[in-house]
Nanobody
Framework: QVQLVESGGGLVQAGGSLTLSCAASGSIFSINAMGWYRQAPGKQRELVAHIISGGSTNYADSVKGRFTISRDNAKNTVYLQMNSLKPEDTAKYYC?????????????????WGQGTQVTVSS
């Protein structure tokens, strides 16, 4: 089965930087879109950044100019470079990918989610 594993979260001071990574593994045929979402307690999960296989990106207005999403298709990995972090960026960050996967001769296409990685920005 396909798994997404995030890494790179942690505690950082306001104005600092972190880079998140998400590696997809398993019986993957192709990955369409990959993205990063975040969720704080008591709030809905929101899209942070999104990238498709061709490289086109979009960002939430709150992170434009500060965050950069990229992907390494050969490694099935997506990154989120976060600069100028603010306390309001504090949340659990989740990797999402729309993946065509295979089990034996059976093909599946669905969204997969990572377990999340916590980002905490202190004042």
């Amino acid at each position: 089965q396909v798994q997404l594993v995030e890494s790179g979260g942690g505690l950082v001071q306001a104005g600092g930087s972190l880079t998140l990574s998400c590696a997809a593994s398993g019986s993957i045929f192709s990955i369409n879109a990959m993205g990063w979402y975040r969720q704080a307690p008591g709030k809905q999960r929101e899209l942070v950044a999104h990238i498709i296989s061709g490289g086109s990106t979009n960002y939430a207005d709150s992170v434009k100019g500060r965050f950069t999403i990229s992907r390494d298709n050969a490694k099935n990995t997506v990154y989120l470079q976060m600069n100028s972090l603010k306390p309001e960026d504090t949340a659990k960050y989740y990797c999402n990918a729309n993946i065509v996967a295979t089990i034996a001769a059976t093909v599946f296409r669905r969204d997969y989610w990572g377990q999340g990685t916590q980002v905490t920005v202190s004042s």
